[in-house]
């Protein structure tokens, strides 16, 4: 049984990528099972009909449905969705670590961490099922699409719960470094302290004044290059955006950022100008054996950014 109750797919995976499962409702208008699948999908009639006649959509034993079957309420369908064309990211996923329960790997920039939109293939997740032969691997936390550095995947169902569990409850610590202009006017080390909130479909978080704080991170200089600074960013909640979105408050938006502080339009992605933030360093009491473990990235940002020997796993006793 998959996460939620859902029953896993019968359908194998294709380059790394899970069918789709569709439930059908408790009643409708519909005769037939293609009726249905017509009005709902988001492809022409003579696409489901090429799909039913080939056999790509199946029951919960992975066999075809026929093209003429009857529309059943409630039952369940699963098919493969026809994938978006995707910009290749030219960068590879490092494995930092590997062992039974947990993968964690260095991400680049502009590789989603799993599929979601217009990213599927392009997603850390896709890419190392198929590399690793892992089927059932999955993010125990996000990065951002734009951010690069260290993530904690899980190997198996089975360990899924425990380790996002670990992220959810904020138990995790973590350091990000981000190159942004400097703030002559701005005292440091600083705690910043917002209310942040991502509408429904909008593309950047924003600040909502006068609301209790919902995110918190603390700030300091590491180093300053001319009008560039090197900040080191530990943030105490785990808001969408929110290293972005508080730099930015600040007056200091992160270097190559799209969003903060205006969005800009969308382009296809310049990948030799990433986004200067990086998630360095990433440090958890193991929830299975209560172990310390400690992963680190050789990555760095804007005009720190350099090459060299990764910092794997260090185990505190």
Known sequence: MARGGIPASPLPQRDGVDAVRLRMPQEGPW?????????????????????????????????????????????????????????????????????????????????????????????????LRAQLGLPRLTPAHRLDRLTAGVLVLTTEQRWRGAYQQLFARGAAEKDYLAAAPTAPDLVFPRTVTLHLDKPRGALATRVVAGRPPNSETHVEVIEVRGDVALYRLRPVTGRTHQLRAHLAWLGIPILGDPLYPEVRPDTPPDFSEPLALVAT?????????????????????????????????TTID
């Open 281 to 313: 360093r990433l440090g958890f009491r193991d929830p299975v054996d209560g172990h310390a473990r400690v992963f680190e990235s050789s990555r760095r940002p804007g005009p720190w950014a350099l090459t060299g020997p990764k910092v794997g796993e």
């Open 31 to 127: 005769t037939t099972l293609r009726d249905h699948l017509v009005a709902r999908l988001p492809m022409p009639a003579a696409e489901v009909d090429r799909k039913l006649a080939e056999g790509e959509f199946a029951g919960p034993d992975g066999r075809p449905i026929p093209a003429d079957a009857p529309f059943v309420p409630r039952s369940v369908v699963w098919v493969h969705r026809d994938l978006p064309d995707e910009v290749p990211v030219p960068f590879e996923v490092e494995v930092l670590h590997r062992d039974d329960r947990i993968v964690v790997v260095d991400k680049p920039h502009f590789l989603a961490t799993m599929p979601r939109g217009r990213h599927i293939r392009e997603t850390v997740l896709t890419r």
